[in-house]
């Protein structure tokens, strides 16, 4: 397995809260939700503690960097409307989230896509993609150490299809 891949796998396992999904909140208080740091061994949380060896690290940064770069037709970056990846904080940590407009449960990558098609004109990022994982990484980190907790009351027919 490559770094880039092993990265991957090792980010999606502890940034991407948002893909934690819909999962069905009325049936794990939250109180007794754990994080999956919980239940890494004791070499995994102290890589984890540690930004410097942290791998996903390389993910936020290169994340912060698409964060402050135009694209697109409207030559617009995420930071000329939203400011600082700081005004990011709590967000991720409320994804997956109703979005009115559309009718549907969006998850964060989508909500990221959306800003791409509507904002700045620019073609979706693919799922899994190298800008995707790096932007929904440096968004997520803005909502480091906050409970996982979706507003769920639009969302019981999108949980109940999930379930
Ligand atoms: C031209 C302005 C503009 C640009 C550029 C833009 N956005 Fe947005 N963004 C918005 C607006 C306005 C909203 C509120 C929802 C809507 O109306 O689309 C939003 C909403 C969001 C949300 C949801 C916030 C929440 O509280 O739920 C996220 C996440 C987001 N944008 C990320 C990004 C990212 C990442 C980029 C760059 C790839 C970006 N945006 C580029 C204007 C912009």
Redesign the pocket.
Known sequence: MNLRRRSSLLLAATLVMSDVLLLPASEIPLDARRSGYDFMSRETRAMQDDDTSNPATLWVLDGEA??NAK?GT?Q???A???RDLSS?KG?AA??P?FDD?RGKAVD?ES??N???I???QAPPLASESREMLA?SAA?ARQSRGEPIAPDESKMAATIDAGR
């Open positions: 698409l964060w694209a409207a617009k970056s995420c000329d409307c939203h990011m967000v409320r994804y989230a407009k964060l909500r990221i959306f800003c791409r509507d904002h700045q932007l968004i």
